[in-house]
């Protein structure tokens, strides 16, 4: 059984249609690559399924479903539930991490606070409770001298540290979902990696299924399980890792990946080279 | 002449660049660099944000003054020029910055936005600049009927396409292309990339590139500079510095560039550590790295 089954999902903005019949399935515990370029839907998609899509923009869902199962074993239609259950399954059964943890974090409260916030509304726990669980995500989310962070503000942390906080605070409520949209795109490519690596460890340790939303096919191809390839609002292929990066059959996901820069591919030659590119992108 | 023509287009010694932070701490931005660019060569410099790839740039184009050492454009010492001595040094190096959205005047038609650096250094006017701007549109990938449209009608591959015929207009020797790439789609990225090697074997121009993303890097750059707290710890060919990585912290840069491959996935122990600051009190700084030559034209700090 699938934790989470999104079948013919249809959002649109007026006229243009954002994503179009999209289908796929994240089993419990597993890692889905959404991969594709700016407008393909990718994110249009996440918001959907946290039901944040039509909040506040002239987005419609027009078509589809979205089934989850609970941590009770019943599945529900996320799209069908009224905003008063929403507010209970985001941030404890689906929770989401994005881009830029600078705009994420209140700039006001230190980020202690923030975790403890979670846990307060989620987990009805008191003050004292709060903090000390908050405290044991700090640890969780191997934050160094976790003692003098907890009481720091954002602007006083790197952005490495700040996603830490965020991925503390998604995960302080036991989700059995985490949806990260383009979560180490702002980051150094060295702490993109320990985040990668954290998010990666969290998960063997939680049971957390992860829908990593990216651009980057090299953070795919490292973290993945499975992929689903967006282009211009639909799913154009989906597979195993393997099979999208060796085995493309769709001519978008070869283009795309005739266009991706591979570390290693250019041993032994002897000036820069141009990239061959396939299909469409020639 | 023949002195200038054996002399490699820029060359940069010693330099040194600190800013005032608040009381009196100082960020030492760029510690004692020393590099060359050759013609028609492509000098990457990589290293993560706050290394001073920026300000290492806007030194050798002169938005930046060195607090030391010298800066030569084609044999020049342009280090300390005022800025009507530097004028007639500006058309020679010109640059494409990351973000084409704000690059780029919402009001100014593109076609305005090439022709403006071709009217300020005074060379053609009328028809002749109308053609002129047309060809670089042509040069860069774009149809001349595009001149007449505004920015946002353009795609964000397309927006850098116009910077980079704008950057073209005064037929510099040297491009610096600063993050130039790293805004853009997987795809725009290639294509972008493929027209600055064509322009390169085309026009014989020099880039400094700077990025930080070493696939992208390892593609397009003959040479490569890695920069860490304002200084150059390794420098070399791109073989020497890809295959044969001698310092530490160009070991873990390039180890920590996620492979775009599910089988060759390794595990990787969970790092941690930071990048230390490089704000320093008064009086205070850090300690000049020493530069061995390990083989010819590669040089490691000693660890």
């Not at chain 1, 003098?148 to 490495?160: D, T």
């Not at chain 2, 073209?168 to 090697?197: G, K, T």
Request: negative net charge.
């Amino acid at each position: 059984m699938a934790l989470l089954s999104v079948t013919d999902l249809t959002v649109t903005f007026d006229e243009f249609t954002a994503i179009d019949s999209v289908g796929f399935e994240i089993q419990p515990g597993e890692t889905l690559g959404v991969v594709g370029e700016s407008g393909s839907g990718k994110s249009v998609t996440a918001l959907s399924i946290m039901r944040l899509v039509e909040l506040g923009s002239r987005a419609k869902v027009t078509r589809g479903r979205i089934d989850f199962e609970m941590p009770d074993g019943s599945v529900i239609d996320l799209l069908t539930q009224p905003e008063r259950s929403m507010q209970d399954i985001r941030g404890k059964h689906v929770s989401m991490i994005f881009q830029e943890p600078l705009t994420s974090l209140n700039p006001v409260f230190p980020v202690g606070e923030q975790i403890a916030e979670a846990l307060r509304v989620h987990e009805g726990l008191d003050k004292k409770a709060a903090h000390a669980r908050a405290r044991e995500m700090f640890d969780l989310v191997r934050i160094p001298e976790a003692d003098k962070r907890f009481g720091q503000y954002p602007h006083e942390m790197s952005g490495g540290m700040r996603q830490r906080v965020m991925i503390a605070i998604a995960l302080s409520c036991g989700p059995r979902l985490l949806i990260a949209d383009e979560p180490t795109t702002a980051l150094d490519v060295t702490i993109q990696a320990q985040t990668l690596g954290l998010i990666k460890q969290l998960q063997v340790e939680t049971g957390t299924a992860v829908m990593l939303i990216t651009h980057d096919m090299g953070v795919v191809a490292e973290v993945a399980d499975r992929v689903v390839v967006m282009n211009r609002a639909r799913v154009v292929e989906q597979g195993t890792v393997d099979e999208i990066f060796h085995n493309p059959q769709d001519p978008y996901t070869q283009a795309l990946l005739s266009a991706v820069p591979r570390l290693g591919s250019m041993a032994g030659r002897v000036g820069p080279e141009p990239f061959h590119l396939a299909g469409s992108l020639r | 002449m023949n002195q200038t023509v054996a002399a490699p287009l820029v060359e940069l010694r010693g330099v040194s660049r600190q800013f005032p932070t608040d009381g009196r701490a100082r960020v030492h931005a760029v510690v004692n660099v020393s590099l060359q660019i050759g013609r028609g060569e492509t000098l990457a410099v990589v290293g993560e944000s706050g290394c001073g790839k920026s300000t290492l740039a806007n030194l050798i184009i002169r938005l930046h003054e060195p607090d030391e050492g010298t800066v030569l454009l084609n044999g020049t010492d342009i280090s300390h020029l005022g800025p009507k001595a530097m004028r007639p040094h500006r058309r020679t190096m010109q640059v494409v910055f990351q973000d084409p959205f704000a690059s780029l005047d919402p009001r100014v038609r593109v076609g305005a936005a090439v022709a403006e650096p071709l009217k300020v250094h005074g060379t053609k006017r009328g028809e002749e600049l109308d053609e002129q701007v047309a060809e670089l549109f042509e040069l860069v990938g774009l149809q001349r009927i595009m001149m007449k449209n505004f920015p946002h009608q353009f795609s964000g591959g397309q927006r850098q396409r116009i910077c980079i015929a704008r950057a073209l207009a005064l037929r510099p020797e040297l491009v610096i292309a600063d993050e130039a790439v790293s805004a853009l789609d997987v795809s725009v990225q290639a294509q972008v990339m493929n027209l600055m090697l064509d322009l390169q074997n085309e026009l014989g121009l020099s880039y400094l590139f700077i990025s930080h993303d070493l696939a992208v890097v390892e593609r397009i750059a003959h040479r490569v500079a890695v920069m860490y707290l304002g200084q150059i710890v390794e420098i070399g060919s791109r073989e020497q510095v890809f295959s044969d990585p001698r310092h530490s912290y160009t070991a873990k840069l390039i180890d920590a560039v996620p492979i775009a491959d599910p089988r060759q996935r390794t595990e990787r122990p969970l790092l941690t550590g930071e990048i230390p600051s490089p704000v320093w009190p008064a009086g205070e700084g850090p300690e000049p790295v020493e530069l061995i030559e390990v083989e010819p034209g590669h040089l490691v700090a000693k660890e």
